[in-house]
């Protein structure tokens, strides 16, 4: 049966089309097995006629969240060049840019014909592949594939990409703090089901947030162990502790942020345990702090320092008249806040310095409950 409706989808699709919104209304409602049926030949089929433009959309959409459902299908290298670039274009398509990237070539190589190793290209491959690969590369956020990937996946194919852009990259992603050179397309913002409510920072850190509690390297968007809820927002519930600790306590484990004042600059940490107002000292050794996150948008500067194994008896305290207070960092329950670190060696403080001043004014902060999926 599958076989017979993807033989004959076009004529299905036009008289379905031809029997109205009834018809139509079909199609939305089982779009989902069509598509992974023959993703490749539906969206092309749908393309040709203005009748589908609800149906075109929502297949999109559907694909945007689901991208494997395309990039998986051993029909993708079919796929026609205007509608892979049509969604590489979109900014909500859920997929890590390496991946992206990885796709674009595996499409490449199949509409060449040719091996995906370099080393074996002739002179005529190569120029092959470049132009095969030009349209494309405009639409690659290249600054968000990370520098491992970028040497082992991006770097060995030089030789097909524009020299200007492999030397900016190499300057990106060696020379400390140096920003783009190009205009460069913002990070991909997927409709992801974390969607963030936050004025402080973006979806995009989520997976580095995540990484950083399980001490991982990172996680790709579509693995993220953890939802984060906002619970409390200075600016919405006031900047005093008592509404730090009604939204707060006995939330289990959250994480802060906070923008200091007069700066672009983030700071935040992460408590696993409960917040209270009992005047207690919390031993842990999965707390940390962080800092240097750039207008809620470049991680790459991103600090980070976990509690001192020798003092983490002293990660965590909880007082009715402060916010959050971690160790030699705390709250007094108004914007002036302190990271105690003088000039004695780390190892006396329960978190070690990472640049973060030591007396400072908030302009806000947020704090999200983490909770385990």
């Given at each position: 049966?599958?076989?017979?409706?993807?033989?004959?989808?076009?004529?299905?699709?036009?008289?379905?089309?031809?029997?109205?919104?009834?018809?139509?209304?079909?199609?939305?409602?089982?779009?989902?097995?069509?598509?992974?049926?023959?993703?490749?030949?539906?969206?092309?089929?749908?393309?040709?006629?203005?009748?589908?433009?609800?149906?075109?959309?929502?297949?999109?959409?559907?694909?945007?969240?689901?991208?494997?459902?395309?990039?998986?299908?051993?029909?993708?290298?079919?796929?026609?060049?205007?509608?892979?670039?049509?969604?590489?274009?979109?900014?909500?398509?859920?997929?890590?840019?390496?991946?992206?990237?990885?796709?674009?070539?595996?499409?490449?190589?199949?509409?060449?014909?040719?091996?995906?190793?370099?080393?074996?290209?002739?002179?005529?491959?190569?120029?092959?592949?470049?132009?095969?690969?030009?349209?494309?590369?405009?639409?690659?956020?290249?600054?968000?594939?990370?520098?491992?990937?970028?040497?082992?996946?991006?770097?060995?194919?030089?030789?097909?990409?524009?020299?200007?852009?492999?030397?900016?990259?190499?300057?990106?992603?060696?020379?400390?703090?140096?920003?783009?050179?190009?205009?460069?397309?913002?990070?991909?913002?997927?409709?992801?089901?974390?969607?963030?409510?936050?004025?402080?920072?973006?979806?995009?850190?989520?997976?580095?947030?995540?990484?950083?509690?399980?001490?991982?390297?990172?996680?790709?968007?579509?693995?993220?162990?953890?939802?984060?809820?906002?619970?409390?927002?200075?600016?919405?519930?006031?900047?005093?502790?008592?509404?730090?600790?009604?939204?707060?306590?006995?939330?289990?484990?959250?994480i802060w942020i906070a923008k200091i004042?007069?700066?672009?600059?983030?700071?935040?940490?992460?408590?696993?345990?409960?917040?209270?107002?009992?005047?207690?000292?919390?031993?842990?050794?999965?707390?940390?702090?962080?800092?240097?996150?750039?207008?809620?948008?470049?991680?790459?500067?991103?600090?980070?320092?976990?509690?001192?194994?020798?003092?983490?008896?002293?990660?965590?305290?909880?007082?009715?008249?402060?916010?959050?207070?971690?160790?030699?960092?705390?709250?007094?329950?108004?914007?002036?806040?302190?990271?105690?670190h003088s000039d004695i060696s780390d190892?006396?403080?329960?978190?070690?310095?990472?640049?973060?001043?030591?007396?400072?004014?908030?302009?806000?902060?947020?704090?999200?409950?983490?909770?385990?999926?």
């Open positions: 049966m599958a076989i017979f409706l993807m033989k004959h989808l076009s004529e299905i699709l036009i008289n379905i089309g031809a029997s109205g919104l009834r018809g139509i209304e079909y199609l939305i409602e089982h779009q989902t097995e069509f598509l992974h049926q023959n993703p490749t030949g539906i969206l092309e089929t749908i393309y040709q006629y203005e009748t589908f433009t609800d149906l075109w959309n929502f297949c999109l959409e559907k694909i945007c969240e689901e991208p494997k459902i395309l990039f998986n299908s051993d029909k993708f290298t079919d796929l026609k060049a205007p509608l892979l670039e049509m969604l590489i274009k979109r900014d909500n398509l859920n997929m890590e840019e390496i991946e992206i990237w990885e796709g674009l070539l595996k499409w490449c190589f199949a509409q060449q014909n040719m091996l995906n190793d370099p080393t074996k290209w002739s002179k005529d491959d190569a120029i092959k592949i470049e132009r095969s690969l030009h349209r494309f590369i405009p639409l690659i956020r290249f600054y968000d594939i990370n520098p491992a990937d970028f040497f082992y996946k991006v770097y060995c194919y030089k030789e097909i990409l524009p020299q200007d852009l492999i030397h900016n990259l190499l300057e990106f992603h060696i020379v400390p703090n140096i920003k783009p050179k190009t205009n460069v397309a913002p990070s991909r913002k997927p409709n992801l089901k974390f969607k963030l409510d936050s004025t402080l920072i973006e979806s995009n850190h989520i997976p580095l947030f995540a990484s950083w509690i399980d001490r991982k390297d990172f996680y790709k968007k579509n693995d993220i162990p953890y939802g984060f809820k906002l619970i409390y927002c200075s600016s919405r519930d006031g900047f005093d502790a008592a509404s730090f600790h009604r939204n707060c306590d006995n939330k289990g484990a959250t004042q007069g700066t672009t600059q983030l700071i935040g940490g992460y408590n696993p345990l409960d917040w209270d107002g009992n005047g207690v000292w919390k031993n842990t050794t999965d707390s940390f702090l962080f800092n240097n996150i750039i207008d809620g948008k470049s991680i790459s500067t991103a600090k980070l320092s976990y509690v001192n194994d020798n003092n983490a008896s002293c990660a965590i305290y909880c007082e009715s008249n402060q916010g959050p207070h971690m160790g030699n960092f705390y709250c007094n329950g108004t914007d002036n806040w302190t990271f105690y190892a006396n403080f329960a978190y070690p310095k990472i640049g973060i001043p030591e007396s400072f004014k908030v302009e806000k902060y947020e704090v999200f409950q983490v909770i385990k999926k």
